[in-house]
């Protein structure tokens, strides 16, 4: 089965800076999908990516895939408390139709004032 | 909002009972998704469903089942529930044909004791 790691697993900024997080897979990527949490919370779609090279940005956040790494990066710029939470990269390591996910353990982002 | 409902959001129940844990939606999505969250594994797909009684085992299915007799309701069942199945259980929708997007429901916090 796919394993997807991410790096880091916790990370504290300060607010106003900017920070990447990273998300690596074992397997090839056929669509890599970011998602936000909170604790006690669902998950929040950001973005997916299915193609070598693309990049999308969803306010102050911008995630790129490297499909030759088999890597995805979340950047976020200019943090604000309001970007706390758990990110969560998820893959679709089969692709076809079935679109089934694999997720990694996430990245615990914290925001200081 | 992509129109997701789990019922119920919490359910305390005893070992061997057997449980049942809707979802919901409303906007005719074909695809359809259980998932778990478990602390060190992420999310774990259970079953998924990609039409009316079409549905497929996904990477954790032992001990599960599921139906979709119409096109809004998939229905999650823990035949005889176990400590180990103690979870947090995710819903999520594909949102369209040509669309791999998913969209998780606000999830359904099981104990079992």
């Known amino acids: 089965s796919q394993e997807l790691e991410q790096s880091p697993q916790s990370l504290i900024v300060q607010e106003g800076k900017n920070l990447t997080i990273n998300c690596t897979s074992s397997?090839?990527?056929?669509?890599l999908y970011w998602y936000k949490q909170k604790y006690g919370e669902g998950l929040i779609f950001l973005m997916m990516?299915?193609?070598?090279?693309e990049e999308k940005s969803h306010e102050k956040i911008t995630a790129k895939l490297d499909e030759k790494k088999q890597q995805s990066s979340l950047h976020i710029t200019a943090s604000q408390p309001s970007h706390a939470g758990i990110y969560l990269c998820?893959?679709?390591?089969?692709?076809?139709?079935?679109?089934?996910?694999?997720f990694g353990t996430g990245t615990q982002l914290k925001v200081e004032l | 909002d992509a129109g997701i409902t789990q019922s119920p959001r919490h359910k305390v129940t005893e070992t061997g009972t057997p449980v049942t844990l809707r979802c919901h939606q409303t906007?005719?999505?074909?695809?359809m998704y259980w998932y778990r969250q478990d602390p060190g594994h992420g999310l774990r797909l259970i079953h998924y469903?990609?039409?009316?009684?079409?549905?497929d085992k996904g990477e954790v299915s032992d001990g599960y089942s599921v139906s979709r007799s119409k096109t809004e309701d998939f229905l999650l069942t823990l035949e005889s529930a176990t400590s180990s199945q103690t979870s947090v259980y995710f819903c999520?929708?594909?949102?369209?044909?040509?669309?791999?997007?998913?969209?998780f429901g606000p999830g359904t916090r099981l104990t079992v004791t």
């Open positions: 999520a929708i594909r949102s369209g044909t040509n669309s791999y997007e998913q969209y």
């Open positions: 469903s990609y039409g009316v009684k079409d549905t």
């Open positions: 998820g893959a679709d390591s089969q692709g076809g139709g079935g679109n089934k996910l694999t």
């Open positions: 397997k090839t990527l056929y669509g």
């Open positions: 906007e005719n999505h074909r695809y």
């Open positions: 990516l299915q193609k070598g090279g």
